[in-house]
């Protein structure tokens, strides 16, 4: 069977043609994004087989970063999927984006534009604002990244033992912060410099250093170290 249609199971193919045992066969990058989305959600709905469903999540969402970005309820609202099949999607990318820190040379931030170089299209892409906490080690390498807050990114809605707790678990000796702006526009609020200011003042009493606080927009970036707005320690 060549090109199966909409209607038939995965376990009608011939089973040199399922994801599943070509995986086996022939190994991941020989499969589809759309195979392989199709072997985490395992199943398909009523008439729609999984490669289907998954091809069909792609269309709609834009691919896999449009995946990502997808808001939990939205993606587990979709026809044929539901709660556990949202999960497993979230999960796997959420482990495909932590990967990319697990490097025998991780990356290194030095300046402002470094920061902006990894985090930019991540960033700026995200629909809701998003405050971030980049962990890193005495050479300023990055051990990992860990969001505190979605939504409103005040200092009403962020609680500064929040950022700090990836931190103080992993070690790390020092952390940069970053959020974003949906509007597009990264100029400083107050409300962000005041939430800055105490989280530097709560670094200093654990000993880690806050090295910078960077403002996504689109395509564009503030640093508050480079615009003298709060003063940062070394």
């Not at 820190?101 to 990356?107: G, S």
């Amino acid at each position: 069977m060549t090109g199966p249609t909409a209607g038939y199971r995965i376990t009608d193919w011939d089973a040199w043609e399922r994801p599943r045992e070509r995986l086996e066969r022939l190994g991941p990058e020989s499969l589809s994004t759309a195979e392989l989305l199709a072997i985490l959600l395992r199943t398909g709905s009523r008439g729609e087989h999984a490669v289907a469903l998954a091809r069909r999540l792609l269309r709609e969402f834009g691919g896999l970063t449009g995946l990502m970005r997808a808001p939990f309820p939205q993606l587990k609202a979709v026809r044929g999927m539901g709660t556990a099949k949202a999960a497993q999607i979230k999960a796997a990318l959420e482990l495909a984006r932590r990967l990319k820190w697990e490097t025998p040379e991780r990356p290194r931030i030095q300046s402002p534009q470094d920061a902006a170089n990894l985090f930019m299209d991540e960033m700026a892409a995200l629909e809701q604002e998003a405050l971030r906490v980049v962990l890193l080690d005495t050479r300023h390498q990055v051990l990992g990244v860990h969001e505190v807050v979605r939504g409103s990114v005040n200092q009403v809605q962020v609680r500064v033992g929040e950022v700090f707790r990836e931190a103080v678990r992993a070690n790390a000796p020092a952390i940069l912060l970053m959020h974003n702006h949906p509007s597009g526009d990264p100029s400083p609020s107050p409300e962000d410099v005041a939430l800055t200011q105490d989280v530097v003042a709560a670094g200093r009493i654990l000993n880690i250093r806050v090295l910078d606080h960077i403002i996504f927009g689109h395509g564009r970036f503030v640093s508050l170290r480079a615009r003298g707005l709060v003063t940062f320690d070394g």
